[in-house]
């Protein structure tokens, strides 16, 4: 069963690389998010990374933690049995977690010389000790947190399309049964979308023109997105 289930991901992710125009093109005529605030809490968040220039200088900025804080409320974070923790907390936690999260500034996951295995462990470590929700399996929150502040690295994860994906089973992708817990989960989902992101090039996509291709990583984001719509994949239960 698991070899079956590895070989069927290995065909997802081929086929993904192969097609990858298509799918990314996929997503913007059936773009899943209805709500017009994902789309332009988004925009005003992801602008105003790029105009303060590095991630400390934003994690420092309270404008930015406002804008970031009200992204993840739109993004749907606190909605689903955990809770986003008031501002002052979640502004704490992002000014603390600044330091570690400016070492990895300027890093991209489609860089061919990229230390996959040892950026996988830096990210897990701010990842594991980012304390913006009170949940235990910190993954989806945290990485949409950190798309915003590292936007050229973190891919935002989600339960419906990335889970969906990588087959992962709910209990999986919560870190239960697995050895490393969700450290494990997110180490291989990094691994292959780093893979995917050095087979097509995705800052080529990047363009104004299409208001949710906004970094390299939310185009990947978006191509993963469209092909769960267009190949009609099932999330696992």
């Known amino acids: 069963m698991e070899t079956s289930r590895k070989s069927r991901i290995e065909q997802r992710v081929l086929s993904l690389i192969a097609n990858f125009a298509h799918y990314a093109n996929w997503y913007d005529e059936h773009v899943p998010f209805d ?3 994902q789309l332009g809490s988004h925009l005003r968040t992801i602008r105003r990374r790029f105009d303060l220039k590095t991630a400390a200088a934003a994690a420092a900025n309270p404008d930015f933690r406002q804008s970031l804080y009200g992204t993840l409320q739109s993004w749907g974070i606190g909605q689903r049995g955990s809770r986003l923790l008031s501002r002052a907390e979640f502004d ?16 991209a996951i489609d860089d061919s010389l990229l230390d996959v295995d040892a950026v ?9 000790t980012l304390h913006i929700v009170d949940n235990k399996a910190p993954l989806v929150p945290c990485s949409k947190a950190l798309h915003h502040l590292l936007p050229d690295l ?3 994860t989600d339960r419906a399309y990335t889970r969906t994906f990588f087959g992962l089973h709910a209990p999986e992708f919560q870190g239960h049964g697995r050895p490393g817990g969700q450290r494990s989960v997110f180490t291989k989902i990094f691994c292959e979308l780093v893979r995917i992101a050095r087979a097509t090039n995705p800052q080529s996509y990047v363009s104004a023109a299409m208001p949710w291709r906004t970094s ?16 009609g994949l099932q999330r696992p239960s």
């Open 216 to 231: 390299r990583t939310k185009v990947l984001d978006n191509a993963l997105v469209g092909f769960c719509m267009a190949e």
């Open 120 to 128: 996988a462990a830096q990210l897990w470590a701010i990842i594991r």
């Open 35 to 37: 709500r017009p605030e």
């Open 92 to 107: 704490m936690a992002i000014i603390s977690a600044g330091p570690a999260i400016a070492k990895l500034d300027g890093v």
């Open 154 to 156: 973190v891919v935002p």
